[in-house]
């Protein structure tokens, strides 16, 4: 029998405690034995909640109970959760995590200190909730070169983009809509920007490709700047606009970013809808898939969570072998990254845009305002001909 | 240092070779050490293939050697691979199966008889090509009730389907052209009738559930019987017809089912087109998933080999956990099953129709034919009331 602790106690914390009393049978058929909840560690003591009895407010007590062999971290940011993360695993207890930022700052360490102490860091629910992506690269895409791993890994801009492409809606309108729902913090820029998805490709693509990914190399770009031209365009041509992290492998170079992109209807990212997640694959055998789900949520993210304490319990040994070593991969520039882009100018300068971005046809727009798709260039390239030309807004074709 | 053998060397088969030798330092690297393969097993020599140097025509050479600790087997059918795996297990060989029938058939036995004899039975390429739909429900899922499976299984069929859909071709001429594409079989009853993604379902359920479901016991019904109205009714409600191999936890009692369904473009499944699968699957925490990726084709189905065999070497343990017990899970009968049913009826009927299905509106489609949406009814009403009227076509909404 497995005796578990929980730190923290906020939405995730309180749906872990939530999964492991429901399932708790099922659990224990998975597991080979029961894992119950010992102590809640949080700061609030949560009176009138199935908390209430297991509260602490003293690491220790869990760090010192030989009877707790599986600690949950559920605290979000790095202090205290790194180092009561790091005390928990020299103690030799397993520690299965939903905090990207502990993952993707710290997960190299805490991985090698667990395979040191013999014992499990698993980090399943940090990217896509309770889409299991993580154990997909782990132990289900092993015989693959991974080619490109391409994601909507943010479920609120996701909301947001849906919301304006169906409904012809402006992004600020949608974005108090989504805050007033709690779909959107008050202070939504780390999803906005796009700085919660980057953090989710850089772990995603440590894990792929065996070494670190700092998320501040990535190139990211969030959704604040997509116009209802852009929309209406997207629309026009049979697609969406989808705020994409991406990490792509080619002939040993690697290429990341974050940013919004235009995705064709025949693109099964197009279907990802509301506040769904969705992270495509490619391998070099296994060719195109894609693993969809919600990508957070109380009871979806807690589903992970209690599958890696599943797996902990087990002692399956996948933190062993997990490869992710200290070497920092590199990632090149982005200036040399070709693709085509979707352009909106005034319509007085058709004639000149098609010089310049090699375009071919254009389809007019509201406002006096005109769409043209360039050919395939490089963001260099792209980028001098906008700057000539004098652009209204662009939009990165898949 | 693992060696493996392959036995049947069709397209599956030398895929998997294809795979071992294209990935091998990858491979290294997810299983600790190489994996090479020291024999193929066939009736045939392929001489100037890969396999030239490797073919045996004796089962015993494979079994008789200690070196070799994984096989392949990509045979297909029961006899002789049901004899040959069986020999392998009891010889202490891990076995990794693409072979649905075995599976289906006598997975549950050749399961207990390497975990009697600790090593693995694996089989994640029998369902679903490379989705790792079997991983993901004995490993991801694993804090879950699961309370739906429901799959496009069949490549063949989707591509069918997806045609006729799109271009309003007629079934005939599009099964004839998937044939000539060898996409469709010349003999395509198995794929058609839905026997192929019965077993799948059988086999994804019994993996799920823990217990022995028996195909035989599924409702079946393949797409021969869709007529063009449908198509037509289909197309103008916004959404697709699939082939839905489906089964389901309701209050403890367990219902399944493979039809044609209408699907609604909301509905993730709408948009899987083509020769590829996708597999929904709802748990009672994680809610709505879904794994999608390429059904059938060489490299693909390799990959999910593979992935068994790196597995196997690795030494997981997974089989141990895999829980499939010899008792039989009853499935309930389709009678009292409710639902909507799209229903086409000559156009003189449109009154008659209304009344007898509860139905509120109706769509003219071509040459005097109307489709009609019934209220949710049971299935054996919804037959009573169509013998009464006398109906085109229905088809199952879901």
Redesign the interface.
């Known amino acids: 029998m497995s005796k578990a602790a929980i730190m923290g106690y906020g939405t995730i914390g309180s749906?872990v405690l939530k999964?492991l009393m429901?399932?708790r049978e099922?659990?224990k058929?998975?597991?080979?034995d029961y894992i119950d909840a010992k102590y809640v560690l949080d700061l609030k003591d949560f009176p009138g909640t199935p908390a209430e009895k297991l509260i602490t407010h003293n690491i220790d007590d869990i760090v010192n109970d030989p009877e707790v062999d599986i600690v949950v971290e559920t605290m979000g940011g790095t202090n205290p959760a790194y180092p009561f993360v790091k005390k928990c695993i020299e103690a030799g207890k397993s520690v299965c995590t939903s905090n990207k930022e502990l993952v993707e700052k710290h997960g190299q360490e805490l991985l090698e200190l667990a395979k040191t102490k013999n014992v499990d860091f698993l980090f399943?629910a940090s990217c896509g909730g309770?889409?299991?992506v993580i154990?997909?690269l782990n132990?289900?895409?092993?015989?693959?070169?991974i080619e490109e791993i391409s994601g909507i890994l943010n479920g609120t801009t996701n909301f947001i983009l849906t919301k304006m492409l169906k409904e012809g809606a402006a992004y600020a309108d949608v974005l108090r809509e989504a805050q007033d729902m709690g779909i959107a913090e008050r202070n939504p820029e780390a999803d906005v920007e796009g700085h919660d998805p980057c953090r989710k490709i850089a772990i995603l693509s440590s894990v792929a490709y065996?070494k670190n990914v700092n998320f501040e190399s990535i190139y990211t770009e969030g959704i604040t700047g997509i116009t209802p031209y852009d929309m209406e365009f997207a629309k026009k041509r049979g697609g969406a606009i989808k705020l994409i992290a991406s990490f792509r492998e080619k002939e040993g170079k690697y290429y990341a970013m974050v940013s919004p992109f235009f995705v064709s209807e025949?693109n099964?990212l197009?279907?990802?809808?509301g506040a769904y997640n969705a992270i495509y694959i490619k391998?070099?055998?296994?060719?195109?898939?894609?693993?969809?789900?919600?990508g957070a949520?109380m009871?979806?993210t807690?589903?992970?969570v209690?599958?890696d304490?599943?797996?902990a319990a087990?002692g399956?040994?996948?933190t062993k072998?997990v490869?992710w070593l200290p070497e920092t991969l590199k990632i090149e520039g982005i200036d040399e990254d070709r693709r085509s882009f979707m352009v909106c100018v005034q319509s007085d300068k058709v004639a000149q845009a098609k010089e310049a971005f090699g375009a071919a046809e254009s389809v007019e727009l509201s406002g006096g305002v005109t769409g043209l798709i360039t050919k395939e260039m490089s963001e260099k390239d792209f980028k001098a001909a906008s700057d000539k030309v004098g652009i209204v807004s662009r939009i990165r074709v898949k």
């Open positions: 749906g999964v429901m399932n099922l659990i058929r998975s597991a080979g399943e309770g889409i299991p154990r997909a132990c289900a895409y092993v015989a693959d070169e065996g025949d099964a197009c279907a990802v809808n391998g070099n055998a296994v060719g195109s898939t894609m693993l969809y789900g919600s949520g009871m979806e807690a589903s992970a209690v599958a304490v599943v797996n087990r399956t040994g996948e072998r490869v």
